[in-house]
């Protein structure tokens, strides 16, 4: 990664109290193997951010109120949409040089495409940890994030326990979406690591690859980026469940004219598919 700094002030470039930089790359490497496949163009399983996936990844760090710039280079073949939560930034620069300041607008997401460099700039305003990643769920999974068929909606109950009596090690998938994943205690292959994993103060978090956290604190130093540790929320600021007495549901009612012509049309027939032969 290569960065100019321009000689003394700049009109379109700000003086920033944190700088990142990060290159995006990715990498085809089948489970258990010690090369990547290096043939690959678009299939790949590993989704980085310097060479390092979740949660490899440092959090970035900041204190509270700091201008933060972050630059993001993109290496792979394909786009990815830079998404941070908590905050919004505006792109202050691209390959060309600085964006003019009439050219800017809040975002939380950008996409950098291929080989393209995005310079994002926020006010850290607001504290908290919060989430950073590429918008494309696949690029937040390492590999096995791929190939694996749809099983939502699919009744596993007893399946697991038949299955195993023929082969030991038998487990499902993405029951109830792909974040079953990060739960699974799995052995992997050697020289793997797990598609989705990660825990926060509340559990898993399951999430791999282009993948980190933005973390704003009051008390931060200036220029002190080591991690904070998992954000403190101030008491009564959580979300918790609700378990006081429910209202009764309300109850749609039809308006007069409606229920009269309801009365009136024919009823519909469902005929339910009777064997394949009309396929
Ligand atoms: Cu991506």
Redesign the pocket.
Known sequence: LWITHPKGQHPLIAEVDRDYAFL?SAYDVTPGAKTPNVNTMLDQNI?SWNSRVFPGISPLVARLNDRVRVRVGNL?M????IHIHGIEFEVTGTDGGPVPKTARWPEVTTDVAVGQMRQLEFIADEPGDWAMH???SH?TMGAMGHDVPTMIGVDHRGLVQKIQKLIPDYMVMGERGMADMGEMEMELPENTFPMMTGTGPYGPIEMGG?FTTLKVRAEQKPGDYSDPGDYKQAPGTQSFEYTGPVAATPHATRAPEASAQAAAAPAGQVRKPQGHAHH
């Open positions: 995006l989704w792979t394909t786009n990815h949409p590429c918008h494309k690029h282009m």
